[in-house]
């Protein structure tokens, strides 16, 4: 299934993250910026930046985008300690969507394919609930 994965780096390593999920996957790829805005319904990956905080970009492109985020994750580093990853947890909160993942610097081969699996398992979990929702509306009382 083909998927949406929009991100923002500004020292590279989401940047490399996502190529390697790229060349993994060929699933669709775009870098943010202030004003982009989109028309696909996709996932973001951001990095986590000063104490914890969200990178700038990522907060003006949630603004103008978040009804069609799906889900967050973030490149951060454990020597941050409990601002590990925190702009995840920072806009999930705000916009009220998943943290999917969190994973340091550019990721390993198997942060990619973990990432892989959590974002199929997030589209099984959604299609499986529109259909029960579906199965609930259609059957008759
Ligand atoms: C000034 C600065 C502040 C950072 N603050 C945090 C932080 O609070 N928590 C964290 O997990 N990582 C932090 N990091 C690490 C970055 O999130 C990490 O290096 C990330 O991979 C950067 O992504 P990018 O190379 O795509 O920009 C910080 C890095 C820098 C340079």
Excluded at 18 to 35: P, Q
Excluded at 91 to 114: N, R
């Amino acid at each position: 299934m083909q998927h949406w994965i929009y991100y923002d780096s500004k020292t590279g390593n989401v940047d490399r993250f996502v190529h390697k999920l790229e060349a993994c996957t060929g699933w669709s790829i775009r870098r943010i910026s202030e004003d982009l805005s989109i028309s696909q319904p996709g996932h973001l990956i951001t990095f986590t930046t000063g104490r914890g905080e969200v990178p700038a970009v990522t907060d003006k492109f949630m603004r103008q985008n978040h009804n069609l985020i799906q889900s967050v994750s973030a490149s951060g580093n454990k020597n941050w300690g409990m601002n590990y990853g925190r702009a995840a947890d920072t806009v999930a909160a705000i916009y009220q969507v998943p943290v999917l993942f969190k994973f340091e610097l550019s990721g390993t081969g198997a942060d990619v394919q973990k990432f892989i699996n959590k974002i199929n398992e997030y589209h099984e979990h959604h299609s499986n609930k529109r259909w029960q929702h579906s199965q609930e509306v259609d059957t008759p009382e």
